[in-house]
């Protein structure tokens, strides 16, 4: 069955490729100011027929495709604040942070038909986007490791702890609870600490949200109070915080990138759509440039210039001592059979580089302009997409070119990329679109005389 959906959405940036799943970040072709979520689900229990009728219900689903071996599910994206933001950067009253709790248990009642697997997925906190005041959720399911492997024992414990996180993290993160009443608090207490420890008898989402409502409206507001409850609540919270964080941390950091990508492409957009880039909106958002000529064997005259440059700063982790990049690809250079053309000035660096063990680094010499290497035994399929890391150790503009063989003297396509950096000394990520196809290998250069360019984490998807 031929794949629809490329005739439908342009297909912006690849999110996530796996033997089970593909996530692309696109927009519709009708409406290149709408971005969706498109998620390719290969994975056997999501091709069972009661799933994707349930599948077909989701709120957020704004295209439905079976394909032979798989479904597609394209569905849109909330680009507000997130939960944790909005509770961290807003000091809500104990009657704001109820209200959440009651619009997030009275929204998850519509996933209780869903398999407990996925209606795990779906309660997560990582979900969770705050519009003026009102809870929304993102659709996104997101298959890792942990899913696959334990699928298949999900019961609706499981499920109910994801609530009862979700519910410490609303009512406690971030709060005073001097001013609680100790009757209502202490009830809500017990009821999450029941749902994280399985100490209930709920059977669906449904049950939850009722007997939560059954004390809903009983918070009040006495005019002096002790400090029990909230040092009991503090405690209780710090607990959790320590339990929760590396389980959360993935669903999190994902839905995270994906709110990051949407902000990059929007600004891009905006800026096409004004007929370039614009001195206002260099005060604001000063992203690197980046853009392409092409010379395809194939295609010549056809290429249009859709490149762009993904920028996020290194961020310090004080609990780590190291640097952690916000990202979305986590593939490493050490993959690939690398042959270096000019190794006087093309070579591994081991001290520099993105992940794995090494980078390749092109030495710049005024005396030789060209530093090339390539990577051989590549099998490069039709509309595929190259994305790679690079660091530079200046700021002027830098000719970068990409040939692709089929063989060894048959060229399939040329392109020319000029590539300003942001900043000194810092990742940043470029990819484009190729046409070609059956390329084995591909030669990379830098074309400057001056500059000293790293290069990592190359990547190279199929998304047809």
Known sequence: MASKYIYKFDIHDIFKTSDEQKIFIGSPKDNSNQFVIINILNEKRFLQQEVKEQLQLLDNLVYFEELNEGIVLATSFNKDVYLTEYIKENKLSIEDRFNLAYQYLKGITKYDNFTNDIKSM????????????????????????????????????????????????ITLSNASFLNMKFNAPHEMIGFINDLEYGNHQFQNLSEIFNHFDGFYGRVVYPKHITGEIDELWKK???????????????????????????????????????????????????????????NSMETSGEFTNDSSISNHSNEKSEDLNQYNEVSYSQEILEKYDISYLTPEFAAIDMNVFRSGEYAVKLIGDRKNPVKNFSLNNVNIRENSVISLWIMADVLEEIKLSFQGYKSNDDLKFEKYLYYTPKVLEEWEM????????????????????????WIDDIKIDSYK
């Open 122 to 169: 779906l309660v997560e906190e990582s979900q969770l986007t705050i519009r003026e005041g009102s809870l929304l959720f993102n659709e996104l399911l997101f298959i890792d490791e942990d899913s696959i492997d334990n699928n298949s024992e999900f019961n609706f414990k499981r499920v109910a702890q994801e609530v009862g996180a979700v519910l410490k993290i």
């Open 236 to 294: 209780e919270y710090n607990i959790s915080k320590k339990r929760q964080f590396k389980k959360k941390q993935p669903a999190g950091l994902i839905i995270a990138i994906v709110g990051i990508i949407f902000i990059g492409l929007t600004i891009a957009m905006l800026v096409i759509g004004a007929g370039g880039k614009s001195k206002a909106m260099d005060d604001v958002f000063e992203e690197p440039i980046a853009y392409l000529e092409e």
């Open 430 to 453: 470029i990819h484009f679109d190729l046409t070609a196809e059956e390329i084995t290998k591909i030669e990379i250069a830098i074309l400057n005389n001056n500059a000293t360019i």
